[in-house]
């Protein structure tokens, strides 16, 4: 069992930037591919990007390459996204989620692939 607690969220300006934070507890968090995904009232949620087990491979969606980036840090069961140039469309819950897997080099970018998930944390972003 893993409990993954998303921080970080808030209420910013277009351009402006945030940093969402996920703490993972349970298993041992290195053994997990991390992602990050979205949903906006009244939308599905939605893929945003995801980090390897080790960190060495990332993926992101279309629209927040280049201006978001994900990272994580195994000696503290964390993983984060800087989140720059903040645009109105970003505006969702955002949610951390945690697959547990054998191939250290990859992960996955469909939500169902996904083994736990966190309780979500709010971007708002004005215009």
């Known amino acids: 069992q893993v409990q993954l607690v998303e921080s970080g969220g808030g209420l910013v300006q277009a351009g402006g930037s945030l940093r969402l934070t996920c703490a993972a507890s349970?298993?041992?968090?290195?053994?997990?591919?991390m992602g990050w995904f979205r949903q906006a009232p009244g939308k599905e949620r939605e893929f945003v990007t995801a980090i390897s087990r080790s960190g060495g491979s990332t993926y992101y969606a279309d629209a927040v390459k280049g201006r978001f980036t994900i990272s994580r840090d195994n000696a503290k069961n964390t993983v984060y996204l800087q989140m720059n140039s903040l645009k109105p469309e970003d505006t969702a819950v955002y949610y951390c989620?945690?697959?547990?897997?054998?191939?250290?080099?990859?992960?996955?970018?469909?939500?169902?692939?996904?083994?736990?998930w966190g309780q979500g944390t709010q971007v708002t972003v004005s215009s």
């Open positions: 349970g298993r041992t968090f290195s053994s997990f591919a």
């Open positions: 989620a945690a697959d547990f897997r054998l191939v250290a080099g990859t992960a996955p970018v469909t939500p169902g692939e996904y083994d736990y």
